[in-house]
């Protein structure tokens, strides 16, 4: 039975029109966005975010039974479906021309009103309360021209970006903006005119400028362009690169700005070095090496394997390593998260020291290793599980390293014999 907490489904949106596997378990209503969530059961994801996050159940709505991870994982496939099954319907319909929302007049006013006056905030505001009302109105604002105008709005602060109301009008643009592309899917228009080099700039600005809500909006936009293969080649390497860096990961180390700002900025980061690895350099230069360590302590898990896999990223460069290795927490940072998070934090964490190991493996490194644990930590992951790329990695540590280990009296004789140390070879 459904909780009081969600409206009741409109009899006639829950009509058989259109297949029961398509429908959310919640609302009862078709699926734009399906998610699996620990228990197998497919939802839409605002319903079942509402349900675990707002109202902080923890049993499946479906099911009743106890959740124990809140991992919410995007089912593509139910979604590739559901958009094919969308596609033959609109196929069958005899008339395609488009159809114009409750809100089209409204849309229609407030642009036009946007476009003739300086004054933009109070009409943006309104706007994006209407955009917010679903999918059928997100497309008639597109019709209506909605996202050019929004565009230029925000490229006006390169224009005046010491004029206040400029700028305001700049921050409610982007929150239009933001709303817009979270109904949307695809959209290559939209990601065409955000890909321009005024709309990077103007987007750069809000991200070192802008409120916490701003900032928000401006990563989520980043992310869609990432998530587009936009080529960031010469925006951060020629153009603001360095200042581009700095400002996402101001967010990232301050989580009072704004929590998921902090989360997407992570994210953000992941989806341009994992692309470039020219864009690391410039990571690398703005402090991201020093400012990860210097958080990884009192990060939570997700966090936690976010940021391994980032510092992971830069040591795959000469310049990432040599900054890990020459900060004072940074070999006792890494340390602490093996074997302490989870197994894919582990393998990213022995990945980082094998790097370590093979390219700067200086005396003070070897024995910070041994001294915080990490020899220990390593010689029982050799006993833990089946052969893997994780443990390979391990034994090539010891075959380039054990020799030197031996020497110090700190080293754990009680394992001296341990995975063959004593013989030829691990």
């Not at 039974?65 to 496939?77: A, E, L």
């Not at 958009?83 to 033959?88: C, H, I, S, V």
């Not at 695809?186 to 802008?210: C, F, V, W």
Request: glycine share 4%; with cysteine; aromatic share 8%.
């Amino acid at each position: 039975m459904l909780s009081p907490m969600f409206p009741q489904p409109n009899p006639s949106s829950t009509a058989m029109d259109f297949p029961v596997d398509f429908r959310c378990p919640i609302s009862m209503e078709l699926m734009q966005d399906p998610v699996i969530i620990s228990t197998g059961v497919t939802y839409e994801r605002k319903n079942i975010e509402k349900w675990l996050f707002s109202y902080n159940n923890k049993t499946c709505p479906t099911t009743m039974q106890r959740i124990n991870s809140f991992d919410i994982t995007p089912n593509h496939t139910l979604k590739r479906l559901i958009l094919a099954w969308q596609n033959e319907e609109a196929a069958r319909s005899c008339d395609s021309r488009p159809v114009r929302s409750l809100k089209h007049d409204e849309l229609v006013s407030l642009l036009a009103t946007m476009e003739s006056t300086p004054f933009k905030v109070n009409s943006l505001k309104k706007l994006r309360a209407i955009v917010g009302l679903g999918h059928e109105v997100k497309d008639d604002f597109m019709r209506c021209g909605g996202v050019e105008v929004l565009v230029q709005i925000i490229a006006q602060i390169l224009v005046e970006s010491s004029d206040f109301v400029a700028f305001t009008a700049c921050e409610e643009a982007l929150g239009v903006l933001h709303q817009y592309l979270y109904l949307s899917e695809d959209d290559e228009k939209t990601i065409q005119l955000l890909s321009k080099p005024e709309s990077i700039k103007s987007l750069a600005i809000m991200l070192q400028r802008g409120s916490g809500e701003a900032r928000f909006c401006a990563v989520t936009i980043f992310q869609k362009l990432a998530q587009a293969d936009y080529n960031w080649k010469k925006f951060v390497i020629q153009d603001q690169g360095f200042e581009f860096f700095r400002s996402l990961l101001e967010l990232v180390s301050d989580d009072q700005i704004c929590t998921k700002a902090s989360a997407s900025a992570l994210e953000l980061l992941i989806e341009i070095l994992g692309s470039s690895k020219k864009s690391r350099l410039k990571a690398i230069e703005a402090g991201a090496v020093c400012i990860l360590i210097e958080l990884l302590p009192d990060s939570n898990r997700s966090k936690c394997e976010k940021m391994l896999l980032l510092l992971k990223l830069l040591c795959e460069c000469a310049e990432g390593r040599l900054a890990l290795v020459e900060h004072g927490l940074g070999i006792a940072a890494i340390s602490k998260k093996l074997l302490h998070v989870s197994s894919a934090a582990t393998k990213i964490t022995v990945k980082i020291l094998w790097l370590i190991c093979s390219y700067h493996p200086s005396e003070r490194v070897l024995e910070e290793m041994l001294i915080l644990g990490s020899v220990k930590k390593l010689l029982v992951l050799l006993h833990i599980g089946n052969r893997s790329s994780t443990k390979e990695k391990v034994v090539k540590i010891f075959k380039l390293h054990r020799n030197s280990w031996r020497q110090y009296p700190c080293f754990p004789w009680e394992l001296k014999d341990y995975s063959g140390l004593t013989n030829q070879s691990c």
